[in-house]
């Protein structure tokens, strides 16, 4: 009863704030505070509280910090004078590139230029449909009026444009019709196709003037050629098929010479005039063009 | 803090250097944490700095900072801990009412008497601790406590008397 007693005065003296044996505990125990951090912290609160144009400066300085102007402006300019840097040696380059075009194409004639372009095609242009027995193989032989027809025409053509095989405009038709009136006169040609055997062109007149039409664009020059084949065909009938060599007879019979062909000068004239058509179509078409 | 309310920062100062360190040591000993308590300190003088302006004369200033710092307490104590049940108060009635014989004496020596008053301010339930508390170590009177929690006066003076008799429970063990 007494303990009791005792706590309700210690009760009473907590109570009143006398002192007391709990209060003397009690004040000794660890007086903890908070650190200088924390009363900046609250202090900085404070002060910012009764001045925001503080607060404003604290926000914008982190964001001038992150993006420099000077840095900015800097960078740009290295930017424009690298990029200037690099077309103006771009423009440098690309003017010596067409100075030196200038010379090389001031240097070249102009005649060159039209002949080196010109000059490839002739190589490969003049092939006929059927294909001409190599000269080479071709024995010895008396001239005859096709011969004598090649012969003109090789001998004049040096004087004739390179290209008249080609397909060309009608002026370049036009030169071409020149070149052949050089190489030889009109009654010249038709003279010689008149005196060609018609067997050159086994199939029918009207096959073998379209296929003169598609691979000839030039009819005076394959007015020569056909006189030349028909020349060949005429020497290789002449000899018959018996005194031929192997390569002698397929010539001939690519030329159109059949085996069992004689010597019958009366079929030749009913085809002469067939081949003095052919002839004449083709100079005729030579005309046109011209 | 009227002073401070007017644009004053030197009465501020004033006022926090009086009762920085008892708020701290109220909050300290209430939560237990010293993270939990730099946080409610801050936030406690954050509260005080928001309201220079509303403020009026009708209590003393430690009672309303006592008191902002009482919420925090409650909110923070209802987010992380349960309130203390009436079977801890009943034990220590059964405590207080056994026989002499079975309260063994010990002389305890001074350590052993803080760190059991420790203890023993930890065990409480939290309205009694924050009773005691401040009384303890604010010296607030039973009306101020009772200000701050918002309670009558005799519910404070009943939390008082609890506290106190496991606080000496504490001790005879």
């Not at chain 1, 650190?35 to 604290?58: C, E, F, G, I």
């Not at chain 1, 018609?198 to 199939?203: E, H, K, N, Y």
């Not at chain 2, 004033?14 to 308590?37: D, G, M, N, P």
């Not at chain 2, 730099?38 to 403020?55: C, G, H, L, N, P």
Request: proline share 7%.
């Amino acid at each position: 009863m007494s303990h009791k007693d005792a706590d309700d005065r210690e009760f009473d003296a907590l109570l009143s704030g006398a002192d007391s044996e709990l209060a003397r505990l009690y004040r000794k125990l660890p007086q903890a505070e908070p650190d200088a951090k924390l009363d900046a912290a609250v202090l900085s609160m404070a002060h910012r509280a009764l001045n925001p144009h503080l607060v404003a400066a604290t926000q914008q300085a982190p964001r001038r910090r992150r993006a420099p102007t000077w840095l900015v402006g800097f960078g740009t300019a290295a930017g424009v004078v690298m990029a200037a840097g690099v077309a103006w040696q771009m423009r440098a380059g690309l003017e010596q590139q067409a100075a030196t075009e200038a010379l090389r194409q001031a240097s070249t004639p102009g005649s060159m230029a039209e002949v080196v372009s010109v000059s490839p095609i002739l190589r490969d242009a003049p092939r006929p449909a059927a294909a001409p027995p190599p000269p080479a193989l071709e024995p010895p032989r008396a001239p005859s009026a096709a011969d004598k027809a090649n012969s003109t025409a090789s001998a004049m053509a040096p004087a004739a444009p390179p290209a008249p095989a080609k397909p060309k405009p009608v002026d370049a038709l036009k030169n071409d019709k020149r070149a052949m009136d050089m190489i030889a006169p009109r009654e010249e040609v038709q003279s010689l196709a008149r005196n060609a055997q018609p067997d050159a062109f086994p199939q029918a007149p009207v096959e073998a003037e379209s296929r003169a039409k598609a691979q000839a664009p030039s009819p005076a020059k394959e007015a020569v050629v056909v006189t030349g084949q028909r020349a060949d065909a005429q020497r290789l009938r002449e000899r018959g098929m018996d005194d031929l060599n192997s390569v002698e007879r397929k010539s001939a019979l690519a030329a159109g010479v059949r085996r069992d062909e004689g010597y019958a000068l009366e079929k030749d004239k009913k085809q002469e005039s067939a081949s003095g058509r052919v002839s004449a179509k083709a100079v005729a078409s030579a005309d046109a063009a011209a | 803090m009227l002073a401070y309310g007017h644009g004053d920062v030197r009465a501020f100062e004033v006022l926090y250097a009086r009762h920085r360190a008892t708020l701290f040591r109220f909050l300290l000993r209430s939560c237990r944490e010293r993270a939990t308590a730099d946080e409610m300190f801050q936030e406690t003088w954050s509260r005080v700095i928001a309201a220079r302006e509303r403020y009026r004369v009708e209590a003393k200033f430690t009672t309303w900072l006592l008191q902002i710092a009482h919420n925090l307490l409650i909110d923070q104590m209802r987010r992380h801990r349960p309130q203390a049940g009436a079977e801890e108060t009943e034990e220590v009635f059964r405590t207080l009412d056994a026989p002499e014989s079975e309260q063994p004496e010990r002389v305890l020596s001074e350590f052993e008497q803080r760190r059991r008053l420790q203890r023993a301010l930890e065990d409480l339930p939290d309205e009694q601790r924050t009773a005691f508390l401040l009384r303890m170590e604010n010296g607030l009177g039973l009306d101020e406590i009772a200000a701050v929690t918002e309670v009558g006066a005799e519910t404070v003076k009943s939390r008082l008397r609890y506290a106190f008799a496991k606080i000496r429970t504490r001790f005879a063990e």
